[in-house]
């Protein structure tokens, strides 16, 4: 079992950036695929991006491409989200998760959660 906790999210103008942090402990953490994922107001929980144990490979939304990032430190048992550019629809819950499958989008590959960060994007 893999605890893991969010952080880094908050409120900023839409164009802006923020970098969300997920802090892994319990059992090793770099043989888990980590993903991000997001909840907006009323709506189901989306897959954002995900990245492999050894972070040569990344899978990412098209909502997102080109303007969030996944990078993990396994010396620190972190992973990140650099979010840039953001729009008024990024506004939602960001969870991260940990899989022991492959850059699945699916949530329910995931068997690790954290408890959310929230995201807000004003205009």
């Known amino acids: 079992q893999v605890q893991l906790v969010e952080s880094g999210g908050g409120l900023v103008q839409a164009g802006g950036s923020l970098r969300l942090s997920c802090a892994a402990s319990g059992r090793t953490f770099s043989g888990y695929t980590m993903g991000w994922f997001r909840q907006p107001p009323g709506k189901e929980r989306e897959f954002v991006v995900a990245i492999t144990w050894s972070g040569g490979s990344t899978s990412t939304a098209d909502s997102v491409k080109g303007r969030f990032t996944i990078s993990r430190d396994n010396a620190k048992n972190t992973v990140f989200l650099q979010m840039n550019s953001l729009k008024l629809e990024d506004t939602a819950v960001y969870y991260c998760?940990?899989?022991?499958?492959?850059?699945?989008?699916?949530?329910?590959?995931?068997?690790?959660w954290g408890q959310g960060t929230q995201v807000t994007v004003s205009s």
């Open positions: 998760a940990a899989s022991t499958a492959t850059l699945r989008r699916n949530p329910s590959s995931y068997n690790n």
